[in-house]
């Protein structure tokens, strides 16, 4: 936050805080930071910190050998803002830029959820749409549960299998695509395919061209 102009620092810390900006590409200067005051300081407070600074980091009066960067600094800052007129341009200026930042931050935003939400989507040769999958932090080398053995088994790119839980009543449907484990439920009602859930074979297998389940063609724990 911005420092407050009443009592300010001395010549050293006042030239200091300046070189702190030299920088800084004049367009980018912050006049209110320059001059020390908050951004709702009046035109009078801008002015009573000006004249104070100058006085304090004139290389005329000041004996400090960085006084004529800092005061470059004190010019530019104050140029932007030494009118009501130059202030209003200011401010309007920073409040254009400010919507602009915000509006393509939103974007942006937009975009990459978009962006997220195709990558976990599938096509559907049912309905022609996409349905939305959910990747689980599941090892593939044990990701099948097998009721009949009690046991977690490997699955392998392609697999679609399905698992139950709540005492039976709820029905997942999970596959193995690009390496991970996805909760596919949503596609695989789409598609109407029905799988004996914790089965010890893979009942299915993925066709990733088509994106169609087909009866797995071996018989594989």
Known sequence: SHSAVAGGGGEEEEVTRLMAMAEVAEEELDPFRVLGVEPTASDTELRRAYRRLAVLVHPDKSRDPRA?????????GWERVSSPERRRQYETKQLAQGELARALGAFLGRLQEELRDAMDAM??????GRHRRFQLDRDPRGARYCAGCGEWHAAEEGDLWAESSLLGLKVTYLARMDGHIYDVTEWAGCQRVAISPDSHRVPYHLSFGTRTATPAGRQRS
């Open 123 to 128: 096509g559907c040769t049912r309905c022609g």
């Open 68 to 76: 004529e960067a800092a005061f470059k600094v004190l010019r530019a």
